[in-house]
Protein backbone atom coordinates (compact mmCIF):
# COMPACT_ATOMS: atom_id res chain seq x y z
CA UNK A 1 0.00 0.00 0.00
CA UNK A 2 1.27 3.13 -0.92
CA UNK A 3 -0.60 6.40 0.66
CA UNK A 4 -0.16 9.40 -0.84
CA UNK A 5 -0.39 13.72 0.69
CA UNK A 6 -0.44 16.52 -1.34
CA UNK A 7 0.38 20.12 0.14
CA UNK A 8 1.07 23.62 -1.29
CA UNK A 9 -2.05 24.52 -3.08
CA UNK A 10 -3.99 28.12 -2.66
CA UNK A 11 -4.58 31.08 -4.18
CA UNK A 12 -2.50 32.83 -6.51
CA UNK A 13 -3.12 35.59 -9.56
CA UNK A 14 -2.90 34.76 -13.10
CA UNK A 15 0.87 34.88 -13.74
CA UNK A 16 2.18 33.24 -10.63
CA UNK A 17 3.67 30.39 -9.30
CA UNK A 18 2.39 27.55 -7.11
CA UNK A 19 4.94 24.90 -6.14
CA UNK A 20 2.73 21.36 -4.91
CA UNK A 21 4.52 18.91 -2.77
CA UNK A 22 3.58 14.74 -2.63
CA UNK A 23 4.91 13.03 0.23
CA UNK A 24 4.83 9.10 -0.50
CA UNK A 25 4.86 6.60 2.42
CA UNK A 26 4.07 3.00 2.78
CA UNK A 27 6.70 1.46 0.38
CA UNK A 28 9.81 3.36 -1.18
CA UNK A 29 8.68 5.44 -3.74
CA UNK A 30 11.82 4.75 -5.94
CA UNK A 31 9.45 1.28 -6.55
CA UNK A 32 6.90 3.54 -8.41
CA UNK A 33 6.05 6.29 -10.76
CA UNK A 34 4.16 8.94 -9.62
CA UNK A 35 2.12 11.24 -11.53
CA UNK A 36 -0.53 14.41 -11.26
CA UNK A 37 -4.09 14.86 -12.29
CA UNK A 38 -6.51 17.58 -12.00
CA UNK A 39 -9.87 18.03 -12.05
CA UNK A 40 -12.08 21.66 -12.25
CA UNK A 41 -15.60 21.82 -11.41
CA UNK A 42 -17.77 20.15 -13.67
CA UNK A 43 -15.16 18.03 -15.44
CA UNK A 44 -13.05 14.83 -15.88
CA UNK A 45 -9.90 14.50 -14.09
CA UNK A 46 -7.06 14.64 -16.39
CA UNK A 47 -3.33 14.03 -16.86
CA UNK A 48 -1.09 16.83 -16.01
CA UNK A 49 2.43 15.20 -15.48
CA UNK A 50 3.85 11.96 -14.67
CA UNK A 51 7.60 10.95 -13.93
CA UNK A 52 9.44 7.48 -13.83
CA UNK A 53 10.97 5.80 -11.32
CA UNK A 54 13.56 7.25 -10.83
CA UNK A 55 12.79 10.52 -12.62
CA UNK A 56 14.75 10.50 -15.92
CA UNK A 57 11.70 10.74 -17.86
CA UNK A 58 8.74 12.86 -17.63
CA UNK A 59 5.77 13.52 -19.71
CA UNK A 60 3.12 16.67 -19.74
CA UNK A 61 -0.10 17.55 -21.39
CA UNK A 62 0.15 19.80 -23.82
CA UNK A 63 -1.45 22.42 -21.96
CA UNK A 64 1.06 22.78 -19.33
CA UNK A 65 4.21 22.16 -21.36
CA UNK A 66 6.06 24.69 -20.61
CA UNK A 67 4.81 26.18 -17.29
CA UNK A 68 4.69 23.10 -15.01
CA UNK A 69 7.80 21.19 -13.79
CA UNK A 70 7.23 17.50 -12.35
CA UNK A 71 10.32 16.06 -10.12
CA UNK A 72 10.91 14.05 -7.37
CA UNK A 73 13.16 13.48 -5.01
CA UNK A 74 13.14 9.06 -3.79
CA UNK A 75 15.22 9.99 -0.48
CA UNK A 76 12.97 12.07 0.29
CA UNK A 77 9.85 10.16 -0.77
CA UNK A 78 8.51 13.51 -2.46
CA UNK A 79 7.42 14.50 -5.92
CA UNK A 80 6.63 18.17 -6.62
CA UNK A 81 5.08 20.12 -8.87
CA UNK A 82 6.11 23.54 -9.68
CA UNK A 83 3.67 25.55 -11.66
CA UNK A 84 4.83 29.00 -13.51
CA UNK A 85 2.85 31.45 -15.76
CA UNK A 86 -0.37 30.20 -13.97
CA UNK A 87 -3.74 30.97 -15.83
CA UNK A 88 -7.61 30.98 -14.35
CA UNK A 89 -8.02 27.46 -15.94
CA UNK A 90 -5.47 26.17 -14.01
CA UNK A 91 -7.91 26.34 -11.63
CA UNK A 92 -8.54 22.92 -10.46
CA UNK A 93 -8.29 20.18 -6.97
CA UNK A 94 -4.90 18.73 -7.91
CA UNK A 95 -4.21 14.87 -7.43
CA UNK A 96 -1.00 13.14 -6.70
CA UNK A 97 -1.04 9.45 -8.03
CA UNK A 98 1.44 6.28 -7.91
CA UNK A 99 1.77 2.93 -8.98
CA UNK A 100 0.88 3.55 -12.78
CA UNK A 101 2.63 4.53 -16.03
CA UNK A 102 0.05 5.93 -18.32
CA UNK A 103 -1.62 8.81 -18.72
CA UNK A 104 -5.55 7.87 -17.65
CA UNK A 105 -6.59 8.20 -14.01
CA UNK A 106 -7.55 4.54 -14.35
CA UNK A 107 -3.94 3.36 -14.99
CA UNK A 108 -2.91 4.53 -11.33
CA UNK A 109 -3.48 2.52 -8.40
CA UNK A 110 -3.20 5.26 -5.38
CA UNK A 111 -4.52 8.52 -5.13
CA UNK A 112 -3.55 11.58 -2.51
CA UNK A 113 -6.95 13.48 -1.48
CA UNK A 114 -6.29 16.04 -3.69
CA UNK A 115 -4.88 20.16 -2.68
CA UNK A 116 -6.90 23.37 -4.67
CA UNK A 117 -5.57 25.59 -6.37
CA UNK A 118 -7.14 28.90 -7.58
CA UNK A 119 -5.77 31.12 -10.12
CA UNK A 120 -7.22 34.28 -10.03
CA UNK A 121 -7.26 37.43 -12.70
Known amino acids: QVQLVESGGGLVQAGGSLRLSCLAS????????MGWFRQAPGKEREFVARISLNGAWTYYADSVKGRFTISRDNAKNTAWLQMNSLKIEDTAVYYC??????????????WGQGTQVTVSS
Open 97 to 110: AAGGLGYAPDDYSY
Open 26 to 33: GRPSSTYA
